[in-house]
Each structure stands twice: as C-alpha cells, then as structure tokens.
C-alpha cells in the first residue's frame, strides 16, 4: 500500500547527530517536506523541497531525499530540538499524505 | 508577520454539526491556496480539505468528503470549514494552514508554509 514510512522515535544525546528517515514508494521521485512539532504547539515547517529551509530555521537542520528515502539531519543536538518530526509528499490520489511522525529524544 | 487564527471549535454530539473559521493576517492571503489539517489526541497529522486560489479547485480527503465543506471569503481574508454528520473519529484539533510552492504547481508539490495555533473539535456523546 501507498504509506510513507518514519521510525516512531529517535534518540541521541546533546551536541550528537540525528537522522530522522522518511520511506515509501511515495517518497521516490517526490518533493519531500519536514515539520518539527513541539509538545502542545502547532507544527512548523523545518524543511521544503527535500532541503531547502525557510527563513529562520538554523543551518544544522538539514535534508536530503535520494531514491525511496528522504532523511532529515539534525546536527549538535540541543534540548530544545526535542519534537515530534513529520515528513509530508503528495500522493495523486490522495492529495498532501503525512507520515506518521518520529519523536526526537534527547538523551 | 503572518497570522492564522482558527475558531468555532467545541463539543459536539455525534451527527452534530460545527462550523469552524480561519482569520488570515499578514500575507496576501487571495494569492494563497489555504487547507485544513487535523490531528486526532496523541496521533499524527491528516490533511483533510483545502481551497485554491479564486475557489478554484476544492479537494477534499475520502474521510472527510460528503460531510465537510471548505470555502473562502477573500474579502474577509477568511477560510471556513462546515463539517456535518461528526463522528467520534472525527475528535482533533483543527489546523488552518497557507500552502505554498516553488513553480506554481501547488496541488502537487506544495507545503504547508504556516500554521495556526487550532481549534478542538470534540465529538462525543
């Protein structure tokens, strides 16, 4: 079935590297975009366009999408990163499809 | 600065009905297709309905359409949601959101520049 696939959790400790994965046969030849979504607020775009950042997300917050994976790189972990991350492509069908989003833990 | 302010949420019984409102602020909101998103307690996300530019298109998501109906007021600067015959499933938050896109191909491509802070909508009994 058309899903578009994201591990429930990640963790890594302060100042660490995370990568948070995006699959699916959706994933392959789309555009891919990223929300980071803190507890209790609304979602905020991180990254369009399998990498472009909008203004105001830092440089250490980073994407990429090569075949039927997209990854979104989060380097020198800080506290404040912790969120849950949703990945979102577009399915003909189906309009905008969300994966099912990656709580970032940090350790 | 951009600002989505949603509206109009509550609790509802089931096969109740609720109209939701987003007042845009801050952009040139008749250039901009707008959508609604929701989040069930402790889920994920689901698109469910969005408007284009002039009203052009309307697009709905299967569990949503038949009950659910988007429009937009761009005098107003304002996107509602009608949503009738409410089930429990359909217990979220409710986000508006701007889409927007590199090359005019939205409706293939696009992402959801900005979000509101939403609106609960609770069904039950």
């Known amino acids: 079935s058309n899903v578009v696939t994201q591990p429930p959790s990640v963790s890594v400790a302060p100042g660490q590297t995370a990568r948070i994965t995006c699959g699916g046969n959706?994933?392959?030849?789309?555009?891919v975009h990223w929300y980071r979504q803190k507890s209790g607020q609304a979602p905020v775009l991180v990254v369009h366009?399998?990498?472009d950042r909008p203004s105001g997300i830092p440089e250490r917050i980073s994407g990429s999408n090569s075949g039927n994976t997209a990854t979104l790189t989060v380097s020198g972990v800080e506290t404040g990163d912790e969120a849950d991350y949703f990945c979102?492509?577009?399915?003909?069908?189906?309009?905008?499809?969300f994966g099912g989003g990656t709580k970032l833990t940090v350790l | 600065e951009v600002q989505l302010v949603e509206s109009g949420g509550g609790l509802v019984k089931p096969g109740g009905s609720l109209r939701l409102s987003c007042a845009a602020s801050?952009?040139?909101?008749?250039?901009?297709?707008m959508n609604w998103v929701r989040q069930a307690p402790g889920k994920g996300l689901e698109w469910i309905s969005s408007?284009?530019?002039?009203?052009?298109?309307?697009y709905y998501a299967d569990s949503v359409k038949g009950r659910f109906t988007i429009s937009r007021d761009d005098a107003k600067k304002s996107v509602d949601l009608h949503m009738s015959s409410l089930r429990v499933e359909d217990t979220a938050t409710y986000y508006c959101?701007?889409?927007?896109?590199?090359?005019?191909?939205?409706?293939?491509?696009?992402?959801?520049?900005?979000w509101g802070q939403g609106t609960l909508v609770t069904v039950s009994s």
């Open positions: 408007v284009t530019t002039r009203s052009n298109y309307i």
């Open positions: 959101s701007i889409l927007n896109c590199t090359g005019g191909d939205c409706d293939s491509f696009g992402w959801f520049a900005s």
């Open positions: 979102q492509v577009w399915d003909s069908s189906r309009g905008p499809v």
């Open positions: 959706m994933v392959a030849g789309s555009r």
């Open positions: 801050g952009f040139a909101f008749n250039y901009f297709g």
């Open positions: 366009d399998d990498s």
